[in-house]
Nanobody, 126 residues
Framework: QVQLVESGGGLVQAGGSLRLSCAAS????????MGWFRQAPGKEREFVAA????????YYAESVKGRFTVYRDNLKNTLYLQMSALKPEDTAIYYC???????????????????WGQGTQVTVSS
């Protein structure tokens, strides 16, 4: 059973930066594909970024491409999301998710992931 714990959220002004972390336990971290999703008030949860387990290939939603960077530290069992040039529309609860299966998958699809963290709030003020 994989456990995921996000941290690093907070209040930041537009144009600022934050780095989110997701600590994983319960399974060898390098065997997990990982993703970040977010849910804004009154909206459905949406894909933000993902990173594969083997080659560390990354994928991004168009809305964050060029501003956010997803990366992982397999020695620390931690996933990161570096967010820059933040906008008020980035305000949301950010969730990390993991996938243990090794088959081909769509990294932006929520149903592909097996475990989810509790989320961390990011608020961007204008």
């Amino acid at each position: 059973q994989v456990q995921l714990v996000e941290s690093g959220g907070g209040l930041v002004q537009a144009g600022g930066s934050l780095r989110l972390s997701c600590a994983a336990s319960g399974r060898t971290f390098s065997s997990l594909a990982m993703g970040w999703f977010r849910q804004a008030p009154g909206k459905e949860r949406e894909f933000v970024a993902a990173i594969t387990r083997t080659y560390g290939s990354t994928y991004y939603a168009e809305s964050v491409k060029g501003r956010f960077t997803v990366y992982r530290d397999n020695l620390k069992n931690t996933l990161y999301l570096q967010m820059s040039a933040l906008k008020p529309e980035d305000t949301a609860i950010y969730y990390c998710a993991s996938r243990g299966r090794s088959t081909a998958y769509n990294p932006s699809r929520q149903s592909e992931y097996d475990a989810w963290g509790q989320g961390t709030q990011v608020t961007v003020s204008s």
